[in-house]
T-cell receptor, first 113, second 112 residues
């Protein structure tokens, strides 16, 4: 299994500002993903964080809005840029290696006011 | 493409009642199927999984059988407890290590 530490656990931010969320894993993993869980809804994949290269974004998500870094196999960041109230959501880091199930961080509950 | 359709909630049951949460999927190839649970204020935890047709995943009294012929993975428990109150997500992964596709989640409340 993998233990994931995600920070911050929650934040309240002013519109127009940016927030960077960190995801630290206790072991090297192949795949890291960032999901968004909007209130009362399921998880939607934002992007796959690729080590040493640009993230792969899903339809509807762009790098300018959600820049992602992954400098090594155990760490990634997601930034939510120029926030608006519509960005209020839970953001989840997920990791997986070939042959294993996905593990999730505790999530970051973001409220934009 | 890949998708998961999950029974709408919320579901409210009395303690010791029988639980079924329906889940059907669409996938290319032979996906692995999962149930995740999210307790209030916590992250997602794997509840059970099945990686091939006719496999039965089980954990904490919950069971689900991978039915390829009906493309289903229904979650069942014979006698629910108050502590089972949570949101349950059905999910699939079409390749090991690949992204997961989630259903909309079913909120379960068990009352004493």
């Amino acid at each position: 299994s993998a233990v994931i530490s995600q920070k911050p656990s929650r934040d309240i931010c002013q519109r127009g500002t940016s927030l960077t969320i960190q995801c630290q894993v206790d072991s090297q993993v192949t795949m890291m993903f960032w999901y968004r869980q909007q209130p009362g809804q399921s998880l939607t994949l934002i992007a796959t964080a690729n080590q040493g290269s640009e993230a792969t974004y899903e339809s509807g998500f762009v790098i300018d809005k959600f820049p992602i870094s992954r400098p090594n196999l155990t760490f990634s960041t997601l930034t939510v840029s120029n926030m608006s109230p519509e960005d209020s959501s839970i953001y989840l880091c997920s990791v997986a290696s070939v042959g294993t199930e996905a593990f999730f961080g505790q999530g970051t509950r973001l409220t934009v006011v | 493409g890949n998708s998961v359709t999950q029974m709408e909630g919320p579901v409210t049951l009395s303690e010791e009642a029988f639980l079924t949460i329906n889940c059907t999927y669409t996938a290319t190839g032979y996906p692995s199927l999962f149930w995740y649970v999210q307790y209030p204020g916590e992250g997602l935890q794997l509840l059970l999984k099945a990686t091939k047709a006719d496999d039965k995943g089980s954990n904490k009294g919950f069971e689900a059988t991978y039915r390829k012929e009906t493309t289903s993975f229904h979650l069942e428990k014979g006698s629910v407890q108050v502590s089972d109150s949570a949101v349950y997500f059905c999910a699939l992964s079409d390749r090991p290590g690949n992204q997961f596709y989630f259903g909309t989640g079913t909120s379960l409340t068990v009352i004493p």
